[in-house]
């Protein structure tokens, strides 16, 4: 990532300008981005004004919408009511295509080895959760803020001798079988249709969006960081959840060209 790393920036970073829907296609994380962050990944849940903004957005793009997140494919089908098709579930280590075909790495068996350390460590901290999404086990540690050294120090140390991804997040630690990250995950939608040919956009909050910014900005598109997190690869800013759903509207309503 040395061409990524030069882009690194702390400083103070602009709104991004509208963009024209005739030749966008927008890539967007979930939660805390589309969907305001909460105590456990359970308690996101449908929203109809979230709904409705999206629906809106992908008949403005004529289709060139993705979910990009960290959740598991169903899980996100439960937040967004499967009313998004183009999707990548597990930091784009899963990829269901715009016409829906899934694109998955074969079945991963160090997982479950994983999950146990997890869970043993949850056992004495019932302030711990353990989210098992099939292909990755996560640790999360919002409600038990003082056992983060212990939880990223276990999760580094499986990573290492398990030869798992280790993704760390917003109070999660995560292992993942080695694959696409969401960087990659974009760009595979870019070489498809509907995608192709447009100029990509992609809005994240996370450490885990940071891939995603370098591969748009490497295609000549917009990385827009949500919130404050710094250093970032994005070029652009938006404050918060309800910023984002602003500018998408914005990028839904302007009128036909
Ligand atoms: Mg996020």
Redesign the pocket.
Do not use: K, M, P
């Given at each position: 990532m040395a061409e990524g790393s030069a882009l690194l920036t702390s400083a103070a970073l602009p709104e991004p300008p509208l963009a024209r829907a005739a030749d966008t296609a927008v890539f967007v994380?979930?939660?805390?981005?589309l969907a305001a962050l909460q105590i456990t990944p359970q308690d996101v849940g449908p929203d109809a004004r979230r709904r409705a903004l999206l629906q809106r957005l992908r008949a403005a793009l004529s289709g060139r919408l993705a979910v990009i997140?960290?959740r598991a494919l169903d899980d996100i089908d439960r937040v967004l009511e499967k009313d998004v098709p183009a999707v990548a579930a597990i930091h784009g280590l899963v990829r269901r295509t715009a016409w829906g075909e899934i694109v998955a790495p074969p079945g991963e068996g160090r997982i479950p080895q994983a999950r146990e350390a997890f869970e043993s460590l949850a056992r004495a901290d019932p302030g711990l959760l353990v989210e098992d999404k099939g292909a990755a086990v996560a640790l999360h540690y919002r409600r038990s803020p003082q056992a983060e050294g212990a939880c990223r120090e276990l999760a580094a140390r499986l990573a290492r001798s398990l030869g798992l991804k280790l993704q760390e997040?917003?109070h999660v630690v995560e292992l993942r079988a080695p694959g696409p990250d969401k960087g990659e995950a974009i760009a595979a939608f870019m070489r498809e249709a509907p995608f192709a040919g447009t100029q990509p956009l992609f809005l994240?909050?996370?450490f885990?969006?940071e891939s995603g910014f370098a591969a748009v900005r490497g295609m000549g598109g917009l990385a827009i960081i949500v919130g404050s997190r710094r250093p970032t690869r994005a070029q652009y800013a938006l404050s918060d959840v309800e910023a984002v759903h602003d500018f998408l509207s914005a990028i839904a309503e302007q009128p036909k060209a």
């Open positions: 994380d979930l939660d805390g981005t997140s960290g997040g917003d994240g909050d996370d885990t969006d």
